[in-house]
């Protein structure tokens, strides 16, 4: 389904990924951790050539893109609309209502007509439990619920992949709970996903692989209950400690 291979990135003179191999099999969930600087957003940001890599090759079912030649605009708009993106800011436009959010990427760019993309979002907004707020302004609705706008917004252009970056970062504490739930429902649905977070409940209780980041490098892989009961590693052993205390 989802295939790295050996993927880099570096920003000036500062190597962010060096040399990332990673398969993703559909269906399943795969959650990233590691410190700040570690890598993760950029791996993500990789993922849906948000940040053009250096070096290595994507690849998502029959899309493939190939870094170490030439690759246009043309593939890489193909190779993004197999990802869904949400991030840890809501980017919701503000002058737009929830519906018209998640209306807007079927409107504009799979040109799909507006009556129909009305209703496919009605759909999508009452799966993520907003049904009651498709006519409600981004500053109407708390920051869960905004956030759960963004995830019916990405799952409307029907991706192949979710990718999350740290999705309840911003949020206030008791509102992380609303946004995880929708996150582990679309798993349980068989959604491909990988997603950055610093939520080890949800790694524990979602992932079928969580993979712990380092320096631009991928540590440490595991089941969770291998990743997090007996961590092979000493660095993953030392960063979850610190996460627990």
């Known amino acids: 389904m989802l295939s ?3 993927l880099h990135k ?3 003179d500062l190597v ?3 040399g990332i191999d990673l398969n993703v099999e559909t269906g399943k969930v795969v959650v990233v951790i ?3 600087g570690s890598g993760k957003t950029t791996l993500l940001r990789c993922l849906n050539v948000l940040e053009t890599p ?3 090759e994507l690849q998502i079912n029959n899309k493939v893109l190939d870094f170490s ?4 605009k043309k593939n890489i708009q193909a190779f993004r609309k197999q990802t869904g993106m949400v991030f840890q800011t809501y980017n919701l436009f503000p002058h737009k209502t929830a519906i018209e959010n998640v209306m807007e990427g079927p409107v504009i760019v799979q040109n799909i007509p507006k009556q129909e993309a009305r209703n496919k979002a009605r759909q999508l ?3 993520v439990g907003l049904g009651d707020k498709i006519d409600y302004y981004p500053y109407q609705l708390s920051g869960g619920q905004q956030q759960r706008v963004g995830i019916a917004r990405a799952l409307a252009m029907e991706p192949e992949v979710m990718l ?3 999705p309840t970062s911003a949020l206030d504490p008791e509102l992380i709970g609303e946004v995880l739930q929708v996150m582990k429902e679309l798993a349980e649905e068989g959604m491909t996903m990988v997603v950055v977070t610093h939520e080890m409940g949800f790694a524990r209780d979602v992932a079928d692989e969580v993979i712990f980041m380092e320096g631009g490098h991928i540590i440490e892989r595991g089941h969770p209950a291998d990743m997090f009961s007996r961590p092979s590693n000493s660095r993953t052993k030392e960063f979850l400690n610190l996460l627990s205390e």
């Open 125 to 127: 907004l009452e799966k």
């Open 16 to 18: 962010v990924l060096d």
């Open 164 to 166: 999350f970056d740290e």
């Open 4 to 6: 790295i291979k050996n």
């Open 69 to 72: 030649k030439k690759v246009t």
């Open 54 to 56: 250096n070096k290595g």
């Open 34 to 36: 590691g410190p700040s």
């Open 10 to 12: 570096q920003f000036g």
